[in-house]
């Protein structure tokens, strides 16, 4: 038989790196919470379509990367790649954007069929907030201060902003123009990517990683240039906001992400640190998009971390205690099992913070002792054939002791609890 495998690009999350986790995912959640966001819980799966009108149908994610499949009555759907356009369309589907302001929070697992390395996977994880309703930059100033709480909270120094802005959707087919001209009269220098780039979407070619051609993206007329008055005042508004706030900054007019519905707005946190996979946190505006999707005109900006690539960067943070039980509770016979299952329960209710491990192996006592020491417990108990309770420190060289059931509770909640 074939060796049992996850699918490639998919990682379990193994116990000894959860504890890490739960503390990213509670210390995001807890700022998220600071600032009002209110969490939304969306289906993995929805209509192909709803990916390939919003994303874009000329992008690498909805062109490549897509996990699309047919149901059983022919339907086509596709695993999430991104959380923006489900929240977009259960905002339209349940109404909640028609004349209100609503923040949200998400997260959960996404999917894209990229070819697998260090910080990019096929199943991976984002938390995300969503803005909706609000037009002028203080909201994108608060999702900036917002994800840069996030790091400062996390430790972590290695991260740097970079902003830009798309304009409107009209400055962006301008400029789409300018751009597709000045590559079309370099046409010989480009390479196989960027050529296939050039009639469909010709910005992507600004993000071309390819060393033969970062002298002529350098070159590349910028976007900057084709900014309408409106955009190019809320940007400066929005970096006002910022250099008020101490948050800094660079201005990159190549910044155009891969995404197609960004308008005016977009970020990007990056790093050095983490190799070419360098965006850890990305996100923008997106005025049009309710609107494309049959909703009322609705301003909306958000973005996603990627906890994958921020768990790389964040080897120093602090870690959520291990699951480590207080008590392991070794099982000799006699007393019949009944009694051993009765006691573990009646601890449990009385001490609603202790952690209580039941030997359930039948196991010889030696082993069982092996496994109460292996467990990190501070105590091993054991129930005796009376009303006594045999208790073992097994993290000091105290002489072990016995308590009755009634005095137990009281005995523990002192020894562990205490100072707690
Ligand atoms: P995105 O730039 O495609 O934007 O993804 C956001 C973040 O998800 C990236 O910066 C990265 O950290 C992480 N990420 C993306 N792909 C992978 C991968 N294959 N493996 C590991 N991590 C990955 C969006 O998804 C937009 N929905 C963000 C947004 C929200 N814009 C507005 N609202």
Known sequence: MARLQAVRGMADILMADTPRWRYLEETIQAVFSQYGYQEIRLPIV???????????DQTDIVAKEMYSFDDRRGAGLTLRPEGTAGCVRAGIEHGFFHNQIQRLWYQGAMFRYERPQQGRQRQ????????FGLAGPAIDAELILLSARIFKKLNLDNVRLELNSLGLASARLAYRQILQDYFKDHQTQLDSDSLLRLAQNPLRILDSKEPSMQALIQAAPLITDCLEPESADHFAQLTAILDDNGIAYTINPRLVRGLDYYTKTVFEWVTDAAGAQNAVCAGGRYDNLIEQHGGKNTPAIGF?????????????????????????????????????????????QALPQLRLIADCSGASLKSQFKKADKSGATLAIMPLDDDQIEIKFLRDNQAQIQKNHTEIIHFLAQKLFSEE
């Open 46 to 56: 929805e209509k192909t379509a709803l990916f390939t009108n919003a994303i874009g």
């Open 124 to 131: 991976f994880h984002q938390m995300g907030v969503e803005a």
């Open 304 to 348: 996603a971390i990627g906890l994958e690539r921020l768990l790389a960067l964040s080897t120093h943070a602090g870690l959520l205690d291990r699951a480590v039980p207080h008590v392991y509770m070794i099982r000799s016979d006699p007393p019949p099992i009944a009694r051993y299952m009765k006691l573990a329960e009646t601890l449990r």
